[in-house]
């Protein structure tokens, strides 16, 4: 995300989402529909519900697109009931890979993301199978021109955050979980809205891959990506710039 090689996998998968607006309404109003649900219809009141108007903002998605997911979600019993899954198992070159998916039919979901990772000669793991790679962490994301780094590393220190890390093209302010929303609403107030605020899994080390397994881990993690119960995907690999400017090529 910052232009650094460990946020590659992440780079991908934002290229790949801007590809596919119609996709990302979808998980959007999913994660909508569940926020409201499980919480307060209030974005103000209700952290999950607020990440997930600010997505819809940076998406573009139609102010009474959101309101009908919310209204839906705060409605209760009717429409979608969706439930939060995690799946963990490995990708190309034994990379570790954690997917988070809201579905109505687990069934369904499970078998999705095995058959993807089989086809890819991965292998879908065990809960908590390679988690124990991965630290949980709340991440607050401002573009580059939002604030100098030595502006925005100030602001986040004394709004809670533990590190931030500028690039070419955005700050990333990285937290503890708990810490996430206080985090946000500390920078929210200095630079205004950030570009996204949310729970991330962030690698614990990272394992370099050649050209070849990049690319087929590049379309495994585009095609879990097509599949609409799936909102997140975190793997810990990374691919030199030279390899993805080969790939992009």
Not at 22 to 27: E, R, V, Y
Not at 40 to 45: E, I, T, V
Not at 186 to 201: H, I, N, Q, T
Request: with cysteine; proline share 4%.
């Amino acid at each position: 995300m910052s232009g650094h090689s460990q946020f590659k996998n992440i780079m991908y998968r934002k290229g790949a989402q801007d590809k596919k607006r119609a996709k990302i309404f979808t998980k959007i109003i999913r994660e909508l529909t569940t926020a409201a649900r499980t919480g307060l219809p209030d974005a103000n009141a209700n952290p999950r519900l607020r990440a997930a108007v600010l997505a819809a903002r940076q998406a573009n998605m139609p102010k009474d697109t959101v309101e009908r997911a919310i209204k839906r979600g705060a409605g209760g019993a009717d429409g979608e009931n969706y439930e939060e899954v995690r799946y963990e198992g490995y990708g190309p070159g034994g990379i570790a890979i954690i997917v988070e998916a809201l579905t109505d039919n687990r069934n369904r979901t499970a078998s999705d993301v095995r058959a993807a990772l089989t086809k890819a000669g991965g292998n879908l793991g065990e809960s908590n199978s390679v988690s124990f790679l991965f630290d949980r962490r709340g991440q607050v994301t401002y573009p580059v021109a939002a604030a100098s780094a030595e502006a925005m590393f100030d602001a986040a220190v004394e709004a809670g955050a533990d590190d931030v890390e500028s690039g070419a093209e955005e700050h990333v302010v990285s937290c503890a979980p708990e810490a996430l929303n206080a985090v946000r609403d500390a920078l929210e107030g200095r630079f205004g809205a950030p570009a996204s605020a949310r729970l991330v899994w962030r690698p614990r080390s990272l394992t370099p891959v050649d050209g070849e397994t990049a690319e087929a881990l590049f379309k495994l993690l585009e095609s879990l990506e097509d599949s609409d119960d799936v909102q997140n995907v975190f793997a810990n690999f990374e691919v030199s710039d030279e390899i993805m400017a080969r790939l992009s090529a």
